[in-house]
Nanobody
Framework: QVQLAESGGGLVQVGGSLRLSCAAS????????IGWFRQAPGKDREGVSC????????YYADSVKGRFAISRDNAKNTVYLQMNSLKPEDTAIYYC?????????????????????WGQGTQVTVSS
């Protein structure tokens, strides 16, 4: 069964850090691009970051560049999102998603309809 499961969310103060995990089962992460998306209260879901299936290209939204870092551990079939210097506007439910692609994605990385599988989400709250 194909599944994605997020973990690592929680409550953190402004300027703090969290590391989110996206664990896959039923398929091999190495053959998929993995994206992170988030949805804040009253707002549309937006792309945050993506790592290519080959692991050779990372993508970031302008709002998180220099603060967030995406990585993968294929041996553990897991993708991580390291979030540093957190701001109140980072408060959202964070989702990971899988796209069956191994090459470069360009602007495709942030298009939600490109992803076949989605996790249930994990809540990140940054206090002000």
């Amino acid at each position: 069964q194909v599944q994605l499961a997020e973990s690592g969310g929680g409550l953190v103060q402004v300027g703090g850090s969290l590391r989110l995990s996206c664990a896959a089962s039923g398929f091999t992460l190495g053959y998929y691009a993995i994206g992170w998306f988030r949805q804040a209260p009253g707002k549309d879901r937006e792309g945050v970051s993506c790592i290519s299936g080959s692991g050779g290209k990372n993508y970031y939204a302008d709002s998180v560049k220099g603060r967030f870092a995406i990585s993968r551990d294929n041996a553990k079939n897991t993708v991580y999102l390291q979030m540093n210097s957190l701001k109140p506007e980072d408060t959202a439910i964070y989702y990971c998603a899988a796209m069956p692609a191994v090459g470069r994605l360009g602007e495709r990385w942030s298009r939600q309809y490109e992803y076949n599988y989605w996790g249930q989400g994990t809540q990140v709250t940054v206090s002000s």
